[in-house]
Each structure stands twice: as C-alpha cells, then as structure tokens.
C-alpha cells in the first residue's frame, strides 16, 4: 500500500532483495529511484555466515531480474569480521 501511495515520487528502497516484487522493478526503473541491497558477501558460504541463510542464489537472481527490468541499484558490501576474507 505504501508503494502505491509514494508511487510518483524519486524513492530510494532499501532491501534485502529475498524476495522479488514487480512493483518494486517499475518504481526502481524511473529516473530519480533507487534499490539498496546490503549483500555483504560475495559467495553463498559467506552469505550463510553473515546473514544466517541460505538464499544467496535467489538473491542474486533477484538482483539480476531487476537489472533486466532496467532497475537502478546499489549494492553494498559492509566489510566484517566474518566476510573480509571471502571477498
């Protein structure tokens, strides 16, 4: 409901990107909005470790489907004692 209410303002969403959501692809397409996704690993392994699941492999799809849906993104990588090594 609150997509639809901030529908035509620049939003800026943060997620974990877990879950895909075709509203969320339009409103990331427009000029002015943007996805972030704290993904903070850059293997599965290190994804179980940091995050305490093992969806790494959807969220990585979920990222790419909304790249192709022309999404603008930024994904951040906080470095920890649990990923600095497995960059």
Known sequence: ????IFKDYPLYIF?????????????ISRPGSMLNVSIDSG????????????????VISNIQ??????????LKYIIMSMNQFNI
């Open 1 to 4: 409901d609150l997509l639809e």
């Open 15 to 27: 997620s974990n990107c877990v879950i895909y959501n075709e509203q969320i692809a339009e409103l």
């Open 43 to 58: 293997t599965r392994e290190t994804y179980c470790l940091v995050k305490g699941l093992d969806v790494y492999n959807k």
């Open 65 to 74: 489907r909304y790249k192709e849906h022309g999404g603008h993104m930024i």
